[in-house]
């Protein structure tokens, strides 16, 4: 597929992740939208069916996914960082119950321990859902509030924009500590590749 060679293995998505965005946008967003969304944008027609997404390796699928997200942001406009937003909270529970044995023996473990110590082991159970290898994607205290460091950043591949574009991302982080500790929290990216920025960074402001 053109445009995706030379990618660094940093970048990758899990598989598992992909698989559940795809599903997740033909649930969420109809078959019939998604197709005028691909036409529109002059992607492949193979794209039409969630199968093939499933034929791609590791390089192609960020690729796609990152040309999904740029076909979604320029079909919805303004209106493109609620719409991902909330794809990424729709895909957070799909990703979570398909995960291997020790991921969700992990999740379990975390659901039992106090409020206030959910929050830091949940973002870090998300991380290791989409992260290729150890260390793509890290959570770090900053005083009382938390940190999430995406390194790999798929979304932002060959990417460029004026402002943060890693909604999906952004989503997932939300409904993951909803799930954890059962209230909403303010999230901001306040750091993005497709910006420029070496790293995606998104904190997550726990209060006084």
Sequence with gaps: M??????????????????????????????????????????PREWRDPEYFSTLDGAQSTQAYANLQLALRT????????????LG??????LLSDAPFAIR?????IRRLPKALKRKPALELLAGLLGVKRGDITV????????????????TVEQKDD???CYVTLGLIRECLY????????????????????QCEFKITIGV
Excluded: N
């Design 89 to 94: 909270e729709k895909l957070w529970e799909p």
């Design 105 to 109: 023996t992990q999740a379990s473990l």
């Design 75 to 86: 079909y919805y406009g303004r209106g493109a960082r609620g719409t991902l937003i909330r």
């Design 179 to 198: 799930w954890a500790t059962g209230e909403q929290h303010d999230i901001e990216e306040r750091a993005c590749r497709a910006v420029g920025a070496g």
């Design 2 to 43: 053109a445009g995706m060679e030379g990618l660094v293995s940093h970048s990758e998505l899990s598989p598992l992740a992909m698989r559940k965005f795809v599903e997740t946008l033909f649930t969420e967003i109809s078959r019939e939208t998604v197709s005028a969304i691909l036409s529109k944008s002059g992607l």
């Design 163 to 165: 402002s943060p574009i």
């Design 140 to 155: 770090h205290s900053l005083d009382l509030d938390l940190l999430l460091v995406d390194r790999s950043s798929p979304a």
